[in-house]
């Protein structure tokens, strides 16, 4: 269903609860029986995949604790977290080239969402 999705589509699916339930399902640890831990992180790789406030989301949703299990577990998980950590890696280097270029022609970027903000109790200083 999400493959493909518009940004619009994407942040109606972040916001019924799909995010943070996915996130539990990943840092939890409970057994994951096969293949559920894989499609739980194509699911929130396609929830977040170029998608700035749907990444905004999902780091304001975690706190350090959890930020650090989420990180862990696609590192330990690199076969099934492919897509996620592909899909973060990309949406970040294309918010940064578009900052750049707005810059380069003399434009103002885009607002900021992640600007002045606090993150919760996670400020994403100490997990980067």
């Known amino acids: ?14 916001k019924t609860g799909l995010l943070p339930h ?4 990943i840092i939890s640890d409970r057994l994951h029986c ?4 894989q499609t739980s992180f194509d699911l929130l ?19 350090e604790a959890s930020f650090r299990k989420l990180m ?3 590192a330990a998980n690199l076969v099934d ?9 990309l949406s970040v280097e294309r918010i ?20 002045n903000h606090r993150f919760g109790p ?3 200083e100490a997990g980067l």
């Open 81 to 89: 977290s492919n897509v996620f950590l592909r899909s973060l890696l």
């Open 45 to 63: 790789g396609e929830l977040c995949k170029g998608n700035s406030e749907a990444l905004h989301l999902l780091v304001s949703s975690l706190d």
């Open 1 to 14: 269903y999400l493959r493909g999705s518009s940004p619009q589509e994407q942040l109606f699916a972040a």
């Open 96 to 115: 940064s080239a578009a900052k750049l270029c707005g810059a380069m022609q003399g434009v103002d970027p885009p607002a900021n969402p992640w600007k």
């Open 34 to 37: 096969a293949g559920s831990l």
């Open 72 to 74: 862990s577990a696609a």
């Open 122 to 124: 996670w400020t994403g």
């Open 22 to 25: 996915l996130v539990a399902d």
